[in-house]
């Protein structure tokens, strides 16, 4: 499962998040528009904890969760909790965390994130959460595939 969250003008804000099977086939996405934005890190730990939500809902039970924010990915790894606003959802999404048969946290790089960051980024801008059982949206389907070619190219190197 990867994640991103992303400003959208002055005062927007949009959560995305695409999963994928051990095959690379996208099974669920989601983005979540909201108006308003905390800080980067504070809004890509919102992201996370939709995310993770949504999968729980969706009956998931094992996940490796991908994120570009490597502050927030170190924090969760150590299981970090300040104490400010930030911590009230990292203690969310570690205890969310806890009830997945396996769960994995891992940094990648912002390239490794970009159907994500373009869900999240999504157009038009609404305020209702859509969600995509299969596929995903059509505006990511050329990024997704794209994505998932340069994925088997690096395994066959």
């Not at 959208?8 to 690379?24: A, L, V």
Request: one cysteine or more.
């Amino acid at each position: 499962m990867n994640f991103d969250a992303g400003r959208m003008g002055d005062n927007r804000n949009g959560w995305g998040f695409i999963i994928r099977n051990h095959m690379g086939d996208i099974v669920l996405s989601g983005v979540k528009q909201n108006m308003g934005f905390s800080s980067p890190e504070e809004e890509e730990a919102r992201a996370c904890y939709y995310a993770l939500r949504t999968a729980s809902t969706f009956g998931f039970t094992h996940l490796i969760v991908e994120s570009d924010c490597q502050a927030l990915i170190n924090k969760l790894q150590r299981r970090v909790v300040p104490n400010n606003s930030l911590g009230f959802f990292l203690s969310d999404i570690i205890r969310l965390g806890g009830s997945f048969e396996f769960i994995a946290w891992n940094f990648v790089k912002r390239g490794c994130n970009s159907v994500a960051h373009a869900i999240a980024h999504l157009q038009p801008f609404t305020l209702q959460e859509r969600l995509w059982v299969g596929e995903g949206p059509d505006a990511v389907h050329d990024l997704a595939t794209k994505d998932m070619c340069t994925y088997i190219d690096n395994e066959l190197i």
